[in-house]
């Protein structure tokens, strides 16, 4: 059984948490590989390096929406995307554990997973801009 008294703060931790986590892993590609190294990284990948900047932009963007709660449901749909995209164009050839050199697919598809359940649970206390999908789906009791 759902807690409906603390479940919209446990959305929230959820959402803040995963925003920072988004911020710290583009902050990783801002300052300890600059931008142009994670794009090089890119080409050797066999993919655009533009897309490199895209990357970047999705998660400082993506990070900050969550953890100001704006239409953190789409937000985390778009960060699913970018997260299998990594999982498939990066980690999948490393084997399963993050441990593993140059990193398994293990931590981004738990993080793919935690943005799963934040679009199930919602965008929780404290948002700022909550989308038309986050509607309550309670049933309002019948007037009258």
């Known amino acids: ?6 479940a919209a703060f446990g959305a929230f931790v959820l ?12 902050a990783l590609k801002i300052f300890v590989f600059t931008p142009a190294g994670t794009a090089q990284f890119f080409g ?8 490199a900047y895209l990357v970047i932009l999705i998660e400082v963007v993506g990070g ?3 953890i100001l709660g704006v239409y953190a449901r789409l937000v985390s749909l778009v960060l699913i995307i970018e997260l299998l995209g990594a999982i498939f164009s990066v980690h999948a050839a490393n084997g399963f554990f993050f441990n593993n050199a140059n990193g398994g ?8 997973l935690t943005l799963a359940v934040q679009i199930l649970l919602g965008y929780g206390a404290f948002a700022l801009v909550p989308s038309r999908f986050n509607q309550s789906t309670r049933r309002q009791p019948a007037a009258g």
């Open 1 to 6: 059984m759902i807690d409906l008294r603390t």
């Open 15 to 26: 959402r803040v948490v995963s925003g920072v986590l988004f911020l710290a892993h583009a």
């Open 44 to 51: 050797s990948l066999g993919l655009p390096p533009e897309l």
């Open 64 to 66: 900050a929406a969550l």
């Open 105 to 112: 697919w293990e931590y981004p598809a738990f993080w793919a």
